[in-house]
């Protein structure tokens, strides 16, 4: 390569135009004795093909990076999740972090910290962890109770970076705004309840000034940001329940972040949980008994021009109502299945199946459960056919190419199960429990404080994704 163009090249940057040659002249010592006068320019020539080398490496380590960010999949970084153990009475939770390849590994928590530790929940950007912590006593009482969020680097590693006290209560279940700039949780009644949680107020906090802004009165059971984090939807009980399972009417308010108005979208007795659309547009609501018969799933307007049906007359047992996927097509929730997969000839208890509705916005006039897709029985790819899994929980990867399932059977303890949507044969093992049953008889999830301790798939944080946003 003469200079011309290893100055041409060295202008233009990765990729190179001009295909890279090992220079004679750099490689050839005896034309280095020979010419010992051209010792300085033999100088500035070695370094500028080092300079070349290095510009190439890294230009085709950006392009590596760029394809495998744009790879499916590549967007979903660690997968959060609370475990029990068997001592103290209770629970005692601990945080762990796990994802494809890698075993399960405790980030928070130690044993016999004194300290119930659950619900983690991944920023959007999947650089933080918060999660709720709290002293426990065996009367079910809370004290000391905070919010807690560290920071995790690419590899894993939890560092505290924040303390939010909230006082003599449950620990906090947190909710992240779009931009990772507030969170959003309920703070609870002072002491053991159990599920579905109410809380009697919602706090939103400020990170970077630690501005608090209280919404009171709400006794709320589920929350979410809208995608613009203006606002945040809330289900309420007009009332304070009369016990944990009996309330006398729920509703959706909105609540404008900046302003601090409250209004009512959806007044209805029953809802339990919602999902915001991607698009900021609608919100997917899930209504019924409490004891989980007459179930609805509806889509509200969020201006409050119009309310759809899209699936009714089920019952459920578990789950966390309708879950928007992050790509705006589909809705998945969880019903009581009709029919016992593993046990044919026994009746579905506890048995949920999962089910997807499409979301393209064609809702009105649509007959309700047109178009719905029941996901086949959970089988994991060379376990014994009669070996299935039925989810406790049920929610979307960061790219919405996969469910993350929370789920119980399949001859083993509670297990953390990836499921692409295109390819429900191809699901993935995560996580099993029975692996770990010396730290804990399994993954966490019910909460005698009635949160809800569910697993948290982040976004992948380390630079392949930062060139990709």
Known sequence: MDEQRLERALRQ?????????????????????????????????????????????????????????????????????????????????????????????????????????????????????????????????????????????????????????????????ANWSPDGRMVAFGVGPPRDWRPPAIWNDVWVVTLDDLRIDVVAGMFASDLEWSPDGTQLAIVRNHTVPLNSNRWRGRAISIYAVGSGDVRTLVDRSGVSSLSWSPDGQRIALQAGTPEGRNQ????????????????????????????????????????????NPSSPDLPCREESEVVLIPADGELDGRAPGAGEVVLPPLRLPGADASAVWFPYFVTWSPDGTQLLYTAWGGGSETSLIALPIDDPSAAVLLHDASGMSHEGPDISVYAGDGALPTQSWGRRSDEAQGLQR
């Open 296 to 339: 609805e799933i509806r889509v509200a307007e969020v201006d409050g021009s119009a309310e759809s049906l899209l699936a009714g007359g089920f019952s459920s047992d578990h789950g966390i109502g309708p879950v928007w996927s992050p790509t705006g097509d589909w809705i998945v929730y969880q019903r009581r299945c009709n029919r």
């Open 13 to 173: 940057g990765p990729p190179f135009a001009t295909r890279y040659v090992p220079a004679r002249l750099a490689l050839d010592a005896g034309l280095v004795t020979r010419r010992p006068h051209a010792r300085g320019r033999l100088v500035l020539l070695l370094a500028l093909t080092a300079l070349l080398l290095v510009g190439m490496l890294a230009g085709l380590a950006a392009l590596g990076a760029l394809r495998d960010a744009d790879r499916p999949g590549a967007a979903n970084g660690w997968v959060a999740f609370a475990r029990a153990r068997t001592e103290p009475p209770g629970g005692e939770r601990d945080i762990y972090l796990v994802r494809e390849g890698e075993a399960a590994r405790r980030v928070i928590g130690a044993d016999a910290d004194g300290l119930d530790q659950i619900c983690p929940a991944f920023s959007p950007d999947g650089a933080r962890l918060a999660h709720g912590q709290a002293e426990r006593a065996q009367t079910g009482f809370y004290r000391n109770s905070a919010l807690v969020i560290s920071d995790v680097d690419a590899d894993g590693q939890a560092t505290e970076s924040l303390r939010i006290e909230v006082g003599q209560t449950p620990p906090p279940c």
